[in-house]
Every structure is written in C-alpha cells, then in structure tokens.
C-alpha cells in the first residue's frame, strides 16, 4: 500500500482544516487506517483510525470531540477533519495502514507527513 497525505497548511487556533490520505498500489487495506502526528522533539502520537471494512473509528482523547475521520472506499481515500485547532495540534500528520490500533509499531504502510501549523 502506498499512502499520500495532503491538505496540511496554516489555520488559526480555533479553526479547520481537513487532511486526505490516498491509498493506492497492488496490495489492498484489509483492516484499517490511522492518523498520527509528530511534534517537533516528541514523540509520534496516534491520533484517529478507522476500520476499513465497517468504518469504525478510535480516536486519541486529545481530539476526540474535534477531530472526525472517515474513509471512501470507492476513491481509497481517508479524511481527517479537524476543527477547534489549538496550539498543541500543531505536528506533522501522517497516515498510516493496515491497523486499526492506536500504536505506531502496528502499522505496516506510511506515507510522508504534512505539516499542520497553527497560529494564535
């Protein structure tokens, strides 16, 4: 599985924006996806999943409330909508697969971050 992130960028505290995650290659997702996120000088942080055959979603208790992910079959694309940014959501997101587990060590496929910046 190959996996593209897009749609980080600048937003103010309190604001959204909205990652995508495009999942493509020859070998298909048979459980899930995830978000997580890196901080400069810490540690990557799980951040949302989603099952991919029911859709079930995790979520991290630091967003939860906020943050909403989902996923489109058809187009092999997961979102991460965020809303009511703060300072500390300020990271390198990355989506990962094929799990539905909140931990790093359990997923197989990354793609390359993109990067959340928050202002106040």
């Known amino acids: 599985v190959q996996l593209q992130a897009s749609g980080g960028g600048l937003a103010q505290t309190g604001g959204s924006l909205r990652l995508s995650c495009l999942a493509s290659g020859g070998v298909s997702i048979k459980n899930g996806v995830g978000w997580f996120r890196q901080a400069p000088e810490k540690e990557r942080e799980f951040v949302a999943a989603i099952s991919w055959s029911d859709g079930a979603t995790r979520y991290a208790d630091v967003v939860k409330g906020r943050f909403t992910i989902s996923r489109d079959k058809v187009k092999n694309m997961v979102y991460l909508q965020m809303s009511n940014l703060g300072m500390e959501d300020a990271a390198v997101y990355y989506c990962?697969?094929?799990?539905?587990?909140?931990?790093?060590?359990?997923?197989?496929?990354w793609g390359k971050g993109t990067l959340v910046t928050v202002s106040s």
């Open positions: 990962a697969a094929d799990s539905q587990l909140p931990a790093v060590i359990m997923y197989d496929y």
